[in-house]
């Protein structure tokens, strides 16, 4: 694309014509898309990664700059996006290691009624959770399925997946903390 069309198209996308948005997905997705793959190794979290990236661009499409390549725009906001995916995954593992660990813990050192009696009150507390948390909380930890498993097949993003088991382990640890 040259300079003339690159700054025409941001124009147009500034303006607000879905035509050059639509343009700009034509153009792009593809080649976005199998850069993403690159960074993430996982093509369901590529895809998330390029439709965010749509999405935030035509969110604040009006402060957009004409006078910059769009192309090394959008690659810059995958690349960032990678960024911020990796550090809420890095997180979202380091909690599931900790719960591993902890239930390896209890699991040594409790005799049978005891630990019997806690699992008890886990899963009371797992059942208090709110509807959607409690589902992707499920699926994941009893039922053992991936967060792209999961959302598959809820149909919903890996971000809501991994923001759902973030959310049960900060309720579950508020509220069994009390009582262990």
Not at 135 to 156: M, P, Q, R, W
Request: glycine content about 2%.
């Amino acid at each position: 694309m040259n300079i003339v069309e690159n700054r025409e198209l941001i124009e147009k996308l500034i303006s607000g014509e879905e035509k050059a948005y639509i343009l700009l997905l034509d153009r792009y997705h593809r080649q976005l898309n199998a850069y993403a793959f690159t960074l993430t190794h996982d093509q369901s979290s590529a895809q998330d990664i390029v439709q965010n990236v749509f999405l935030k661009t035509w969110k604040t499409r009006k402060k957009l700059n004409a006078d910059f390549s769009i192309r090394n725009f959008l690659y810059k906001c995958v690349y960032n996006e990678f960024l911020n995916t990796y550090q809420k995954n890095k997180a979202v593992v380091l909690l599931n290691k900790k719960y591993i660990e902890y239930s390896h813990e209890v699991a040594v050192e409790m005799d049978d009624n005891l630990m019997f009696k806690m699992i008890d009150i886990v899963n009371r507390e797992i059942k208090k959770l709110p509807p959607k948390c409690q589902k992707v909380f499920i699926l994941s930890k009893k039922e053992g399925l991936t967060n792209n498993e999961i959302a598959d097949y809820l149909e919903i993003s890996i971000k809501t997946v991994e923001a759902q088991i973030t959310k049960a382990f900060r309720i579950l640890k508020n509220e069994l903390s009390n009582k262990y």
